[in-house]
């Protein structure tokens, strides 16, 4: 009988080799033993399972992800009810914002964006559909805490921390709950270049009828295109209205 601490120190190790390739076009099974810290030979049975099961593609001694994938995600992305309202939703706001808007919902103390799309006038960004952020930092991920229990909240930042990605990234705990009390009154959230430097966000919370947060929309740009009257006010209406 397998002993289930092996069991679950096997699925890791398959786990960590699939996020290797990830941040790979592709790799061989040497330099995917480095990176991950075991030994060739497993790599190559674990490698060898995937390839079978379709889960990756073999060609010229380099591993890729493979496309099966792809449907493991379309159903992981049809649970999320509101799913296509929300689509909906963020095209009219890239229209009308001519910016970057998206859909994030929180899984795991994780901001995951669900949907993103691109108004005529978007900047380019690392962010992808499947992205994953901490939730500090952003204005969809702020204002998802804001909504969250404080218990929720606590464990969050407990789990995930409040790393600085810029200058203007709130890593003090008790600045961060201010900001969020904040954004509870007002009903929208801000990102004043605390991802990535240049960049800003309005965000706002997607709630149900009891209240409870689902998920946040937001619109992204440039902070240079941003001057304060569209920033403050033009925007912030715009998500809020949606």
Not at 125 to 134: F, K, M, N, S
Not at 154 to 175: A, C, Q, V, W
Not at 207 to 226: E, F, H, K, L, W
């Amino acid at each position: 009988m397998t002993d289930p601490k092996n069991s679950v120190n096997a699925v890791r190790t398959t786990l960590h080799l699939l996020e290797a390739l990830k941040t790979s076009d592709n790799a061989g099974i040497t330099e995917l033993a480095n990176r991950t810290g075991v030994s060739k030979g497993t790599v190559h049975n674990h490698l060898t399972t995937l390839e079978d099961e379709d889960f990756v593609v073999k060609e010229d001694g380099q591993y890729e992800l493979g496309l099966r994938f792809l449907d493991i995600a379309h159903h992981a992305k049809q649970r999320v009810g509101i799913y296509g309202l929300v689509r909906q939703e963020v095209d009219k706001l890239a229209e009308k914002s001519g910016e970057m808007a998206l859909y994030t919902q929180e899984e795991h103390g994780m901001g995951v964006c669900l949907y993103r799309t691109l108004g005529e006038d978007a900047v380019q960004t690392p962010l992808y559909v499947g992205h994953r952020d901490e939730l500090h930092h952003t204005a969809v991920g702020k204002a998802i805490l804001a909504h969250l229990p404080r218990e929720r909240v606590d464990e969050i930042i407990k789990e995930r921390g409040l790393p600085r990605y810029t200058e203007n990234t709130i890593t003090d705990r008790s600045e961060l709950f201010d900001e969020l009390e904040e954004i509870r009154e007002r009903e929208f959230a801000f990102n004043q270049e605390e991802t990535i430097p240049g960049l800003v966000g309005v965000g706002a919370p997607i709630t149900d009828q009891n209240g409870a947060v689902s998920g946040a929309i937001s619109i992204i740009g440039p902070a240079s295109r941003m001057d304060e009257d569209r920033f403050y006010n033009e925007l912030p209406e715009l998500i809020t209205r949606s």
